[in-house]
């Protein structure tokens, strides 16, 4: 199956409530600039979902001395 640029393959994994936990332990082991970069891409994915657009300011002032 092709997927389109904004598309994203989604995969699901049945696992048992009494395994271990390895999400914590992989994280653990990442470099922070990694975990970062993970948090924001979630972040980003969060606040399309939730308003339908980037965020950003809603209206543009203009700061005028007098």
Not at 16 to 43: C, F, G, H, N
Not at 49 to 63: D, E, K, L, N, S
């Amino acid at each position: 199956m092709a997927l389109l640029p904004n598309q994203r393959q989604i995969s699901v994994t049945k696992v048992s409530m009494k395994s271990p936990k390895s999400d914590a332990m992989y994280w653990r082991t990442q470099p922070y600039a990694v975990r970062l970069a993970a948090l924001e891409s979630i972040r980003q994915d969060f606040v399309s979902w939730r308003y339908g657009a980037q965020p950003g300011f809603q209206r543009i002032y203009t700061v005028v001395k007098r």
